[in-house]
Structures are given as structure tokens and as C-alpha cells.
């Protein structure tokens, strides 16, 4: 949470390590601690308490198609997509989701700095495991050196493939130089996403102050460099950089340049139109006339020089060389070059003649083909996804007497055209829909009466598995909506004690991320946002930045309490990620709190793909991963169970949390956290080495520094990857 409150240390250890021990250890340990077991076992019945056990036979799923990702052109990972789209048969599912089994002699939690014998043993483990750790914790493996298969079996290798043919996040950063009005950005952002489907990624601007600073190097898919400017040493050796662990650059009309090619001005081309030939990647040519930018690539006779392919050039006696792709590293990094205006459309040239505009129009067709091709050479996806149209809002209720009770409050909260209105949006509260209402991101009909119906979602299914006292028990259900981080905001406050409320919908077109992120909201995704009520006076209310952890740690436990799928490898990184193994990232937390009085009004944004695999992976993916390696028969899940499911384990969690303290629910934070014995850098890239060890009770991660002990860090901001460039706390 970006807004954390920092209270009085309270109930939390001042250090907290995970320690690994080999298996002699193991069972010596177990010898000494015979008597000490039924202690144990006592202990570790609170978190029993958590696995909800509602009947299963609800969950059900639908067979999918999976969108192809990767640019086409490789045959293998065609075939490959194929023989994996086509989903296993429904078999039988447990009848019941009964308690999690434990093992009291096989369970080795976390120890405490206050014991004098886990002390000892703490010092031994940090210098153990030195040799052992990672170096840094970044989004996705950057050690591209190393193949997928060395990292995990060659199944889930080709699967990754077929999502992501780099492994790297759907980031699309365009780099435009100075330009702080951001027209030229805006303008090649509009271009990408009429090319791109914009389901699979996201546009964010590379600003100039983070071109050296975010760690941004291994967080993104694709890096268009558009400036004509002289680009700076320093930048331009971060840009290579990029290219060496694998990156794809688009260079548009650009000054950035590497290996043997060269830029030759051309003053006779400045601002004119050309014709030109571009060779497709079937060898078919098109021909089109475009502005160019009035310099031509020229290519240097060097040896031990990466080969230079030619993709287009003007159709002048020259035949200048005008569209260049190189490779870069052993990493799979390239880039294609430009020195046309692939990004800019007639209306946006200051003088034009009939004729110039004539040949720009009837070449405009082409230049989306172009720039398309191009961007599928790049490895990214072109195939459009239309924005689906807003839809109203139907209120729904796991029982009759919370309906009631809901729409007899809601009376006297609606003026007289039914309308509740808040500062971003404007509900308003209808009998009935009718087709001729209107639908707008600022103001949407909500349907208290009748049913709601869709094939992506099933309400049945939620309220079966949904075992609350109190959470998601009233819910505000969308097939598409902007995003549901706004639709409780003028209901949270003055709720009824006894209800709280979520907003769910199958699709979002605005999804929030944190730091001003965008989130991906496609089908298949668990979109929600829940409503949460804590005292100020509490044990929650005094540590509010935990509910973020909580939540991430509701999600995880609720696949995998269920029975069968304990090993499906779905863990945790710090803040607020649910991630498959340690490897990408399918899921995030965004809370947004409000103090009103002496109750914290917590709107909790939650997003988790279930079942999509585009653009990375999902749940089911990894299932299905799981039965190929195992020969089990485990059942995709849907997301109105997991919804269901991870708000009944929240509701637990919060009730532990509330009577114990963080203690209680620790041990099995950190069972799923993919930090144990890893390394983070404090300040920069280049900066200091610290073993990670733990979370404050103020939510923030501890780490070891050589000689200086454990100390509490925060993120310096950037909206790349919170565990780079770590600040260390100011001590109060």
C-alpha cells in the first residue's frame, strides 16, 4: 500500500529468518523433539481453521481457446499451442473441500530472534546460505543465458514459449526524448494500439529520468526509441543493455544506432514522400509511399559484425537502405530500425499537397501492415481485440433477508432519480434494465431486481462457496465494467454492520495497477473488489498495511488448501504479487484505505488469472502442467469458485489475525513467499547487498546488511518492480 501508516512496534518479533536444513538435520531434530509435538500440533491448529469446506461438484469449467502471442514464424511453437489448447475432459472433483492436512513433524516454521538457540542457529544459516542465494529478485528470470528447461521441465518450457517467446512482462515503453508535453508519446502510443492487442500489453512512457535509474531492463516486452536527438552515451549503453538480456527495439526515425550500421543524411529526403519496398516475411514485397525522415542507413564492411538484414529500401537509383533488423548478443536481443515516419498519419503533417496527400492516403492501409509486420518480427501480437461495450450493473445477494435489508438502506441513502454519486462515478439504482438506458464509465444503471446470467461467471457457484459471516455477502455483479475499484466508492461508508460489499465483473476496459499501473483485465481473470471494515482500536487496525499480504495470502491458500492441489506451485512476492513459482508474475493486490472516525474503510482491488493464458500464464495452465508431470486428473478451476473461496479465506485470516496478531498467520505467509534466502540491492542495481529476512509489523521488508544488521526497507517509487532499488527506513 502506497500509504502506509507506520504505528508502534507491537507484536511482531524483531527478526524473523527462514531456515533450511538438510535431511540428516531433519530427522535428528525430530528424534529431539518427540515430546514437543503435540505442543506443536496444537499450535498449528488455527491455520486448520482456514480451508473452507464447501461441496465442489459447483465448480465448473468451460473449454477455452488460447490466444498465439508469439508473432507467428515459428512452426514448433504453432504445433506446440495447438496439441496444449486442447484441454483435458472434465473428470470427478472431491466432493468436499475438507481441512488441509498437516504434518506436525514435517512442518519447519520460521524461528525467532528471542530464542537463544534459533539465534545461534540464525548466524550459522546467513552465512550458509550465501552461496547459495540469488543475487537480486526481478520480475522474471534474467538470466537469459540459460535455457527454460534448466529452470523447470520441458513441458512447461514449450508452454512458456507459446505465451511468451521472451519471458518478459507485456510492458511496451516508448522513449521520445524531451517531450513534456507528451504529444509525440501519446501520438506513437495511439499508433501501437490500433496495431497491437491491447489485451496482451501495456504502453507506459520512458521518461528520461528513468532511463538510468528505473529497473525497468528486465520489465519489458518492447523499447521504441522515437527521437531524433542525439541520444547520450550513457543512455545509449543502457539500451544495449537491454538488447544483451534479450530485448526487442523498434527504432522510429531515431538517432540510435549499433554495430555496423551507420545514419548518412540525405537533404534532397528531409520531409518527403518516397516510395519504398518492404519484404514481408513470407518474400513477398509491398510497395507504399511514406514520409522519410531525410537520412538512409548505410553499412560498414567490418568483420566479427553482427549480419545486417535488409527490410526495406526507397525506390530511388540508390535503392537507400531504409528499414535495417540486427541482432544483438547471444540473448535473442534485436532490434529493427527505421528512418521513416511509420508512426505519423496524414492529419498530422503541417503542409501537405493534394498529390502528398493523395499517395499518403492511399498508403495508409499499408503503413498499419507495415508497422504490424514489423511488430510481429518483434515477437508481439496483432491480432485486435475490440473493446467490449460498458454493461449495467445487477445488485445480487446469497440470500433473500441481506437483499431486503441492503435495499430497505439504500432508500434512504438514493436522492429522488435513484442516483448515488461519489467522485468518480455516478450509480444509478433501477428495477428493471432497459436496452434504451444509457452506459457510460461516469454513470451506470444498477439493477436491484432480477436475475443476472452469464457463461463466464456463475452466481450459484459463488454463493455455494462462500462461507462468511459477514464478507461478499451483497455483490454489485458487471460482465464488463471500467473498473470495480470505483464502483464502491460512494457505498462503503454508513454500511450496515452486518454486510460488506464486492463488486465483481467478468471483464474490466480500465483496470487500476498500483503506482498508477494498468492492469490487464481480459476473460478468465478473477476481477473483484471487496469491501472491508476494521476497527481503529484493533490488532489489524494498528498494522492496516498487513491487509495487502493477507489478501495475496488468501489467494494462494485457496488453491491450495484445496485437496490434491498442495503443490501447485503458487507462492508469493512481497508486497502484493501472486506469482507461479518464482518465475511470473499472475496476480496482484491494490488497497485503497480510508479513516473514518475510528474505522478503516479498506477497498481491497483484486486481480489473479485463472483462466486465460494470455499474455503470460494462468492457474490452469499450471494445472495442467501439474497432471501432465503427475499423471493426476486434477479439475480446472473457474473464477467464480477462487473468488468465492479466497474471500472465505480472508475472512479467516482477518479473524486470526484480529484475536493472535501477525504472529499466527506469519509461519504461513512465509511457507509461500518465494524470498527465502535470497539477496536484494538497497538503493540501486549497484548498490549494497542484503539478505532478506522477514517482514516488520508495519508490513515492510527486513533485510541483513553485512555489519549492520536487520533493518526495515520501502520502495523508492518506480512502478517497475518494488524489490529493486530498496530505501532503507529512517529511524524514528
Known amino acids: 500500500m502506497e500509504d502506509r501508516l507506520q504505528m508502534d512496534n507491537g507484536m511482531v518479533p524483531r527478526k524473523i529468518v527462514s531456515v533450511h536444513l538438510q535431511e540428516s538435520a531433519l530427522k535428528e531434530l525430530e528424534r529431539m523433539a518427540g515430546p514437543t509435538e503435540e505442543k506443536n500440533s496444537a499450535n498449528s491448529a488455527h491455520m486448520d481453521e482456514l480451508t473452507p469446506a464447501p461441496p465442489f461438484a459447483a465448480a465448473t469449467k468451460q473449454d477455452s481457446e488460447s490466444t498465439d502471442t508469439t508473432g507467428g514464424g515459428d512452426q514448433e511453437v504453432r504445433e506446440e499451442k495447438s496439441r496444449l489448447e486442447k484441454r483435458s475432459e472434465p473428470h470427478d472433483e472431491p466432493n468436499s473441500l475438507s481441512e488441509r492436512e498437516t504434518s506436525t513433524g514435517k512442518h519447519h516454521h520460521l524461528h525467532l530472534s528471542s530464542c537463544h538457540e534459533c539465534f545461534e542457529l540464525e548466524n550459522s544459516t546467513i552465512e550458509s546460505v550465501r552461496y547459495a542465494s540469488s543475487e537480486n529478485i526481478p520480475e522474471l528470470p534474467d538470466d537469459c543465458s540459460a535455457s527454460v528447461e534448466e529452470v523447470t521441465d520441458g513441458c512447461l518450457a514449450r ?4 505465451i511468451n517467446l521472451t519471458g518478459k512482462p507485456p510492458n511496451v515503453l516508448i522513449y521520445v526524448g524531451s517531450d513534456p508535453m507528451k504529444i509525440k508519446f501519446e501520438k506513437i502510443k495511439s499508433v501501437l494500439k490500433e496495431c497491437i492487442d491491447t489485451d496482451s500489453y501495456t504502453i507506459y512512457q520512458l521518461v528520461e529520468e528513468q532511463v538510468l535509474k528505473a529497473p525497468w531492463l528486465d520489465n519489458s516486452l518492447l523499447l521504441v526509441i522515437a527521437t531524433e536527438e542525439p541520444i547520450s552515451k550513457d543512455n545509449h549503453k543502457q ?22 550500421i551507420q545514419i548518412r543524411s540525405k537533404s534532397e529526403l528531409k520531409k518527403t514522400i518516397q516510395e519504398l519496398v518492404f519484404y514481408k516475411a513470407d518474400n513477398s514485397e509491398v510497395k507504399l509511399n511514406l514520409l522519410t525522415s531525410g537520412s538512409v542507413f ?18 530511388n537509383t540508390d535503392k537507400d537502405m531504409i528499414i535495417v533488423h540486427l541482432p544483438y548478443g547471444d540473448c535473442g536481443g534485436e532490434a529493427i530500425l527505421c528512418q521513416i515516419y511509420l508512426e505519423m498519419d496524414i492529419a498530422s503533417l503541417t503542409t501537405q499537397t ?30 485486435l481485440s475490440e473493446v467490449p461495450s460498458l454493461t449495467p450493473i445487477y445488485l445480487l445477494s446469497s440470500d433473500e433477508e441481506n437483499h431486503t435489508s441492503f435495499l430497505k438502506w439504500l432508500e434512504k441513502k438514493v436522492d429522488v432519480e435513484g442516483l448515488i454519486k461519489s467522485s468518480k462515478m455516478t450509480l444509478k439504482f ?33 454463493q455455494q462457496n462462500l462461507q462468511t459471516k459477514k464478507l461478499g455477502k451483497i455483490v454489485l455483479l458487471a460482465e464488463v465494467t471500467s473498473t470495480t475499484m470505483n464502483l464502491l466508492d460512494g457505498l462503503m461508508f454508513n454500511l450496515p454492520q452486518e454486510m460488506d460489499l464486492i463488486a465483481i465483473a467478468v471483464q474490466q476496459t480500465q483496470g487500476k495497477g498500483r503506482g498508477g499501473n494498468v492492469w490487464l483485465s481480459p476473460v478468465g481473470c478473477a476481477l473483484s473488489t471487496l469491501h472491508v471494515s476494521i476497527p481503529l482500536c484493533s490488532q489489524l487496525g494498528q498494522r492496516i498495511p498487513f491487509i495487502q499480504h493477507l489478501v495475496s495470502l488468501a489467494v494462494v491458500e485457496s488453491v491450495r488448501s484445496i485437496p490434491g492441489y498442495k503443490d501447485i506451485d503458487l507462492r508469493l512476492k512481497w508486497p502484493n504479487d501472486i506469482y507461479y513459482s518464482d518465475l511470473m508474475k499472475l496476480g496482484g493486490v491494490l488497497v485503497n484505505s480510508t479513516l473514518m472516525g475510528d474505522t478503516f474503510h479498506i477497498l481491497i482491488g483484486c486481480g489473479f488469472n485463472v483462466d486465460n493464458s494470455n499474455p503470460t500464464i494462468c492457474i490452469n495452465d499450471i494445472i495442467m502442467k501439474y497432471n501432465k508431470k503427475n499423471m493426476t486428473k486434477l479439475r480446472s478451476l473457474t473464477v467464480d469458485y477462487l473468488i468465492a473461496r479466497s474471500v472465505t479465506v480472508l475472512e479467516r485470516l482477518i479473524d486470526i489475525f484480529q484475536e493472535k496478531g501477525p ?59 518494488m524489490l529493486k532499488n530498496l530505501i532503507i527506513s529512517k529511524q524514528q
Request: hydrophobic letters at 35%.
Open 298 to 315: 548505410e553499412q560498414e564492411v567490418k568483420e566479427n559484425l553482427s549480419p545486417v538484414k535488409l527490410l526495406s529500401h526507397l525506390s
Open 430 to 462: 433501477v428495477s428493471s434494465y432497459k436496452p434504451e438506458m444509457e452506459i457510460t464509465p461516469s454513470l451506470i444503471p444498477v439493477i436491484t431486481v432480477g436475475g443476472f446470467s452469464s457463461e463466464h461467471f456463475s452466481l450459484q457457484t459463488y
Open 354 to 383: 493534394q498529390e502528398d496527400f493523395n499517395l499518403l492516403k492511399m498508403s495508409n492501409a499499408k503503413r498499419y501492415d507495415v508497422l504490424k509486420e514489423i511488430l510481429t518480427l518483434l515477437g508481439l501480437s496483432c491480432e
Open 663 to 721: 504472529n499466527e498467520v506469519l509461519p504461513l505467509y512465509y511457507k509461500y513467499w518465494i524470498h527465502a534466502g535470497r539477496q536484494v540491492h538497497l538503493w540501486s542495481e549497484e548498490g549494497p547487498l542484503a539478505w532478506i529476512v522477514g517482514i516488520d509489523d508495519c508490513g515492510f521488508l527486513q533485510v541483513h546488511e553485512e555489519g549492520k544488521g536487520v533493518e526495515s526497507v520501502h520502495p523508492d517509487g518506480n512502478s517497475f518492480d
Open 159 to 162: 508452454e512458456l514459449r507459446r
Open 239 to 260: 539500451f544495449l543493455t537491454y538488447l544483451s538480456r534479450g530485448g526487442k527495439v523498434l527504432g522510429l526515425s531515431a538517432s540510435f544506432i549499433f554495430g555496423s
